[in-house]
């Protein structure tokens, strides 16, 4: 289990705090690595503590991240770069975070805790971040090319039957 980075988000919003951090795959919590190929690879983040155009608190986040997922066709290492990068705006009022989300429903909002973990932040985003089904554009890999070569198709085995029915 990797360490937690917490924060206060409410004094972290205000005092315009930053935070730039870059961690290493292998700390991080099991329930990525359980969807990656390897524990190779670093992710980079940067916090930022701000007021939106509201004067509400808010925390921007960017990260960064090269991680190495296992290929659907070929099952060989791939390497995916993940960025992502967004706004956490922070009410400390269960109404008004549900009134400002029903007035803007791209808003990402949170009730602002006494502490908030980047890390769980950082973990949420490569896993969401990942694609469905991760794939190389061309496997090139020989003995794919020789399964997919000794596997007949199967509709010109029924064609076959077709005409030696007839």
Sequence with gaps: MSNPILIDPLAFARDGSQLEKELAIADLDERVHQ????TA?????SLAGFADRLRRPSLR???AANVELTCQRCLGVLPF????????TLFSNETKLDDAVAQDE??????????????????????MGLPLSAKHDDCGSEHLERAKADKPNPF???AKLKKSGS
């Design 156 to 158: 010109a085995v029924l």
């Design 41 to 45: 690879g670093a992710v980079k983040l």
């Design 61 to 63: 986040y960017r990260l």
């Design 81 to 88: 770069a993940i960025e992502s990068d967004g706004v956490i």
């Design 106 to 127: 791209e808003l990402d909002a949170i009730m602002a805790e006494d502490e908030f973990d980047v890390l769980a932040l950082i973990e949420d985003e490569i896993i």
């Design 35 to 38: 969807v990656l190929a390897t």
